[in-house]
């Protein structure tokens, strides 16, 4: 939310949505439903919060799952680039294996169809072959 109102007042050269959807763990029902209900090929990137905000050890770990996609690791840099340029105290894991084998996010549905998307996901190691920013 914090996100939307910092963005608000500014002019963008692409059209920018925030979308919250429901139904993830029944299916991928809310994004599955926005991909049949709207054009989507004109979607540069897509980046997928999931459970972000959580931080177990207070470590500002977190995972980027980028996947094999090219056009999802443009994404992924993006993000490394804002990381970096405003020197923000965050820390994450780049991950790059073959989402589609146990995608099972939001963010899947996008790639399936070619666009960049990636997940931002809490430090979750079972994921993670650094076992979360180590």
Known sequence: MEAARVMADQ????TIRMIWFSGEEQGLIG???YLADHPF??????????MY???????????????????ANRVGQCMVNVISTY???????????DSDLSCCSDHCLFVRKGIGAIE????????????GCG
């Open 11 to 14: 002019a963008y050269q692409r």
């Open 31 to 33: 994004s599955q439903a």
């Open 41 to 50: 090929q004109n979607i540069v990137g897509v980046i997928n919060l999931d």
């Open 53 to 71: 905000g959580y931080d177990s050890n207070l470590d500002r770990c977190f995972e980027m799952h980028i996947g094999t996609l090219p056009a």
């Open 87 to 97: 020197r923000l105290d965050l820390h994450y894991d780049y991950l790059t294996y």
């Open 120 to 131: 931002i996901l809490e430090n979750y190691a079972a994921h993670s072959p650094s076992k």
